[in-house]
């Protein structure tokens, strides 16, 4: 892609950009501060700046007056750079003196982003074949089911065939709707010592379908639910949907959910609600695509242990009780109408395997979608969610364990926090002079909350500017109208009531810091003590791949600064977004990958942190920010 390069007066600091970037993303990725009150919605017309030289275009001009236009001002969150540019952002305006910056913080911090190095070979896990056998005649009155099986092995060559009753009961109907012209749907399976395929028949259907054969890929998330309608003949992700998993109003974290899940009819309400969630999944997938729920040929999901349990309506007593025990872990494929899932009734669906109680499919699902089970880089896989979860190793070894970070990360158990969907804050530089904050939000919208990238960014950014102390504590003589007394003590105005989407303040209180505080601290005790268990410490890393529903600004040098992430050289991080979504659409696209999944399951050799008393030494010193050990974060310079 083309990239242009964006010069910003009075500043003096230049950045290359793609073609047809924000003027004010740039100016964030850049450092360098506009006010920005509304989040880039072009609401609040305060991120007037004026193009000095080269072209730029307007995608909204009404804020801006004719006269001021004439003379070159536009609002940076609705202009992109479409050639070389200087900017000037007006001083006066703004009343800000110029900032210093010193030459790193002019770089681009953001993780740079990972695709899946894994390269699926279209090979279904149910594939459709268009059936013409001859009807029955005196001469030939064989019974419908061996029909249909002689005519695919002699016209297809497919064999062994099994069909159960479910699918026994449709033949007779569906095969003579349409004179015998019929689909059959038949799911592949490999004989374990021939290696041979054999095949299961899971659905009949009169006439042959015009519409493509797709599969629906789901990451089951403890706060989100994400999914994908994937074309499974050529891997095109048709649509894509998320929202909330509602179970979230029975509790944040796995554990909540498993004691709900005791209570009577607890297990059954858990079901249901992920299921309903699931089910509006996919109804917004088949309204973006314009496709018939019929298209959905099978479902794969990835979800932790809990998760998985709750939507199958697995007994969860036992994830929580010592020994730790799960149900199941390799579960055989579900007819999604057991599931209750609004899907032609005889759809499969498959869960990856889990390792552990807290260590489940949807992290074997990112492992399998990073590509660390093949490669010879030692590399800490982070998956920084409700549920954070650490995998450590190559393709020699792999150990994994879990922690519980809680929902912070993901915008839950925050006054304003939410996950990153349009309106969220995610991109924020505060002012040091002034402490006044320049927001973005996702898509542009008029700001709702902030979620996990906002989040670390504003922290790390108080932290060093100092009106927030190593405690997490807000500095309470703060010469700011931001910084007040609220309802649970001192509390950070990021977006005024009147710039944002909400009709009140968009807040960040020092419960909501206490909490994210506690979510870091057990992420970097969890991963510090896995590493320590392999005989590794942070240095030895070839790699760090983080994954997570984070925004897209994720600096790396705020995640540092708050002691989430390790202080190792930055080009080493990798972010590879939901690597559990990744992974179940490579499931989807390539039966072989599911297979695999089982292997790498297999493979990873889970450690049990509750069970270690280093785990909860190292948490309480991380309770600090970024670590009550300065030595172990050398590049975090506070103060300055
Ligand atoms: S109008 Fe651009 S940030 Fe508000």
Redesign the pocket.
């Known amino acids: 892609m083309n990239r242009v390069s964006i010069h910003f007066l009075p500043d003096d600091v230049k950045i290359e950009v793609p073609y047809g970037t924000l003027l004010?993303d740039a100016a964030l990725e850049a450092g360098v501060f506009?006010?920005?009150?509304?989040?880039?919605?072009?609401?609040?017309?305060?991120?007037?700046v004026r193009v000095v030289k080269g072209s730029v275009e307007a995608l909204m001009e009404e804020?801006v007056h004719a006269a001021a236009r004439a003379a070159g001002y536009v609002?940076?969150?609705?202009t992109r750079a479409i050639s070389d540019v200087t900017i000037e952002i007006p001083l006066a305006k703004v009343g800000r003196k110029v900032i210093p910056r010193d030459e790193a913080e002019r770089m681009r911090l953001t993780a740079r982003p990972m695709e899946s190095p894994i390269v699926p070979e279209p090979d279904p896990m149910t594939i459709r074949v268009f059936m013409h056998p001859p009807a029955p005649a005196t001469h030939d009155n064989v019974s419908d089911d061996e029909r249909l099986m002689r005519t695919l092995k002699v016209e297809h060559e497919i064999y062994p065939v099994a069909a159960g009753l479910d699918v026994l009961k449709q033949l007779p109907h569906e095969a003579r709707k349409e004179d015998w012209e019929f689909t059959a749907y038949l799911e592949v399976e490999t004989c374990h010592d021939t290696h041979n395929p054999w095949y299961r028949l899971t659905r009949v259907q009169a006439g042959h379908p015009s519409y493509p054969s797709m599969a629906l890929a789901v990451d089951i998330g403890t706060t989100s639910l994400w999914g994908e309608l994937v074309n499974v003949d050529t891997g095109e992700v048709k649509a894509r949907a998320s929202r909330y998993n509602p179970q979230i109003s029975m509790g944040d974290d796995v554990i909540s959910r498993i004691v709900y899940a005791l209570k009577k009819d607890g297990l059954e309400r858990l079901q249901t609600q992920v299921v309903k969630g699931i089910n509006e999944i996919v109804e917004e997938c088949l309204q973006k695509s314009k496709l018939p729920v019929d298209c959905i040929t099978y479902m794969v999901a990835a979800g932790n242990t809990v998760m998985t349990h709750l939507f199958l309506g697995l007994y969860p007593k036992y994830l929580r009780e010592w020994p730790y025990v799960p149900a199941a872990h390799n579960v055989a494929p579900v007819p999604a109408s057991v599931l209750g899932l609004n899907l032609p009734p005889q759809t499969h669906v498959r869960v990856f395997p889990g390792v552990a109680s807290y260590v489940g499919g949807d992290i074997v699902s990112g492992v399998l979608a990073n590509g660390m089970w093949q490669d010879e880089e030692m590399t800490l896989f982070i998956d920084i969610g409700t549920n954070g979860e650490i995998v450590a190793g190559n393709k020699d070894l792999l150990m994994t364990a879990s922690c519980s970070a809680g929902p912070a990360f993901e915008g839950g158990g925050l006054e304003f926090g939410m996950r990153a969907a349009p309106g969220a804050i995610e991109g924020i530089l505060i002012d040091p002079e002034t402490f006044e904050p320049?927001?973005?939000t996702i898509d542009?919208k008029p700001a709702l909350g902030i979620c996990g990238s906002g989040i670390i960014n504003i922290i790390s950014q108080m932290l060093k500017i100092g009106i927030l102390n190593q405690n997490g504590k807000y500095a309470s003589d703060a010469k700011t109208p931001r910084i007040r007394e609220g309802r649970s003590g001192l509390e950070y105005v990021i977006c005024w009531a009147k710039?944002s989407g909400l009709n009140q303040d968009i807040v960040l209180t020092e419960v909501d810091l206490d909490n994210i505080l506690r979510a870091k601290a057990a992420m970097f005790s969890g991963y510090t003590c896995l590493l320590d268990k392999i005989g590794l410490t942070v240095d030895a890393l070839d790699r760090v791949i983080i994954a997570g529903a984070f925004g897209s600004f994720i600096n790396l040098d705020h995640a540092v600064t708050i002691g989430l992430l390790p202080d190792i050289p930055r080009e080493k991080f990798l972010f590879i977004g939901n690597s559990s979504l990744k992974g179940a659409r490579l499931a989807c696209i390539d039966r072989k990958l599911y297979q695999k999944s089982r292997e790498i399951a297999h493979a990873m050799t889970n450690v049990e942190l509750s069970e270690d008393p280093t785990y909860m030494d190292n948490f309480m010193a991380a309770l600090f920010l970024p670590h009550t050990k300065v030595e172990l974060f050398p590049s975090v310079q506070l103060g300055q």
Do not use: D, P, V, Y
């Open positions: 004010l506009i006010r920005a009150a509304c989040g880039g919605s072009g609401a609040c017309g305060q991120c007037k804020k609002l940076a969150c609705q320049m927001i973005r542009s710039e």
